[in-house]
């Protein structure tokens, strides 16, 4: 079945970079995603990446996908208090008519 | 958010009371969803609907209606028969890339 697990707490200083890591398990991912979320306010999509590419790079934000070992991370550079927030990793199955599977959510805290 | 609108932000009801949020988007797609999330946890599917007049039952959709009459429009009516409905509420609509666009949410309180 499908799963998708991150770590629930990540804490960095401001200026330094945040990585916050997902897995997941199934290998028939099509597109997998980083959905950024402030308190009391809906999902914000930040990025997605196709499953045959291995890095996307936007501004402050690099995604890695390692497929082998279904492993999918978010860096974000030069880390600012505004990046404080929930993070969550979602995949795409094959077939694009079924939801997203979502992690469960990484909260950053970042410390000025 | 994207053009999707949920109102009200904030909702409060007596027990035994059904209420419905209202979920719109301008963004023409054809699919939309709702979620839960409760304080701390991640996101549940409560109801999708892939195209007008056609809906799929989600992870909890246990005290819980929905309807999609219009493509615009995709309401949900949470029934006195929800054992535990305070929460956060989340809509969303797929773009071209199964990615989704979500409201701004609407927080209920049932007391």
């Known amino acids: 079945g499908e799963d998708v697990e991150q770590s629930l707490f990540l804490s960095v200083r401001e200026g330094d970079s945040s990585v916050i890591n997902c897995t997941y398990t199934?290998?028939?991912?099509?597109?997998l995603y980083w959905y950024k979320q402030e308190p009391g306010a809906g999902l914000q999509l930040l990025t997605y990446?196709?499953?045959?590419?291995d890095m996307k790079q936007d501004q402050r934000l690099t995604v890695l996908l390692n497929k082998k070992d279904k492993h999918l991370s978010l860096r974000i550079a030069d880390t600012q208090t505004g990046d404080s927030a929930i993070y969550f990793c979602?995949?795409?199955?094959?077939?694009?008519?079924?939801?997203?599977?979502f992690g469960k959510g990484t909260r950053l805290s970042v410390i000025a | 958010d994207g053009g999707i609108t949920q109102s009200p932000k904030y909702l409060f009801r007596k027990e035994g009371q059904n209420v419905t949020l209202s979920c719109e988007q301008n963004?023409?797609?054809?699919?939309m969803y709702w979620y839960r999330q409760d304080p701390g946890q991640g996101l549940r599917l409560i109801y999708y609907?892939?195209?007008?007049?056609?809906?799929q039952k989600g992870d909890i959709a246990e005290g819980y209606s929905v309807s999609r009459e219009k493509k615009e429009s995709f309401p949900l009516t949470v029934t006195s028969a929800q054992k535990n409905p305070t929460a956060f509420y989340l809509c969303?609509?797929?773009?071209?890339?199964?990615?989704?666009?979500f409201g701004p949410g609407t927080r209920l309180t049932v007391t």
């Open positions: 963004l023409n797609h054809d699919a």
């Open positions: 990446i196709f499953s045959n590419m």
């Open positions: 979602a995949e795409s199955i094959s077939g694009g008519n079924t939801p997203l599977v």
């Open positions: 199934d290998s028939s991912s099509t597109y």
């Open positions: 969303a609509a797929r773009g071209t890339e199964n990615e989704q666009y």
């Open positions: 609907s892939q195209i007008v007049n056609d809906f």
